[in-house]
């Protein structure tokens, strides 16, 4: 079963999360998900968690930094979740001026992660099929991803019909100020929303999207010469660029030659 159990970090989300998992026992991993990993608070919710549930896989994060990646599994954790201000709907690097270049990151935190023998996830920052690539080939062991995925049928948010009969869906970040309504009563005055509320152009079944995904990656590894991305590590190289791609004709969309994506 490929489901985790997500919680904070407080004795009430362990008291909850604990009452998750003695509902659903066949659920094997536990998600300990935080905008800022760095704190001794933290790491003593992840040794807890260990210590309470011995045979799960802990996923926990988020840090951007090898020492804190080492501290994190030393404290019990298995898979490290990378990544502080990348995603599409967060504004933490514009509210607070804190964060780390997602592939530098991944990098970093990987090498650290597998000289323990844990893992990372590269969480956010993927714009396009060729970032997934990336963040495999910088070392990463999964890809996490929200915006997109978002404007989907399968997606969260809700589906708005607008005048001229277009279709959008709203997607926004879990530190913005819907999220903060919606879960936690508004958004407290002693700090401020690091997300935004954006409305996404409806895009139909995430499977076109998955396809795009999964047939990239898969050019990736033979461009590289990899035959499963675990190979993509060994045979990537990184070259900074000031640009990557051509836009000359604008953006296309690739699955209908001739129509313009968005400008």
């Given at each position: 079963m490929y489901v985790a159990a997500s919680s904070g970090s407080s004795e009430a989300d362990l008291a909850k999360l604990k009452g998750i998992l003695e509902t659903c026992p066949d659920v094997p991993?536990?998600?300990?998900?935080?905008?800022?990993?760095?704190?001794?608070?933290?790491?003593?919710?992840?040794?807890?968690?260990?210590?309470?549930f011995p045979?799960?896989?802990i996923i926990a994060g988020n840090v951007v930094t090898c020492e804190m990646t080492e501290e994190l599994i030393l404290s019990g954790a298995d898979v490290i979740k990378v990544g502080i201000g990348p995603g599409s709907g967060c504004t933490t690097r514009k509210q607070?001026?804190?964060?780390?270049?997602?592939?530098?990151?991944?990098?970093?935190?990987?090498?650290?992660?597998?000289?323990?023998?844990?893992?990372?996830?590269?969480?956010?920052?993927?714009?396009?099929?060729?970032?997934?690539?990336?963040?495999l080939g910088?070392?990463?062991?999964?890809?996490?991803?929200?915006?997109?995925?978002?404007?989907?049928?399968?997606?969260?948010?809700e589906l708005v019909v607008n005048?001229?009969?277009?279709?959008?869906?709203?997607?926004?970040?879990?530190?913005?100020?819907?999220?903060m309504e919606k879960h936690s009563g508004g958004v407290a005055n002693?700090?401020?929303?690091?997300?935004?509320?954006?409305?996404?152009?409806?895009?139909g079944s995430v499977s076109n999207t998955i396809l795009d995904i999964l047939g990239g990656i898969r050019s990736s590894c033979t461009y590289v010469?990899?035959?499963?991305?675990k190979e993509l590590p060994k045979r990537t190289t990184f070259i900074r660029v000031t640009q990557q791609l051509n836009?000359?004709?604008?953006?296309?969309?690739?699955r209908k030659p001739g129509l313009p994506a968005k400008k």
């Open positions: 991993f536990i998600c300990l998900d935080v905008a800022n990993g760095y704190s001794e608070f933290f790491i003593e919710c992840v040794r807890k968690a260990r210590a309470m045979d799960h896989i607070t001026g804190v964060g780390y270049p997602q592939l530098s990151a991944v990098i970093e935190c990987a090498d650290a992660a597998h000289g323990l023998g844990g893992h990372v996830v590269s969480d956010g920052g993927c714009t396009c099929p060729g970032d997934f690539s990336k963040a910088g070392g990463g062991d999964f890809v996490m991803t929200g915006g997109m995925f978002a404007g989907h049928d399968e997606s969260g948010g005048e001229d009969g277009s279709k959008v869906k709203l997607f926004y970040g879990m530190s913005s100020a819907t999220a002693y700090r401020s929303s690091e997300g935004k509320t954006v409305s996404v152009p409806y895009k010469g990899a035959s499963t991305t836009n000359v004709w604008g953006t296309y969309d690739m």
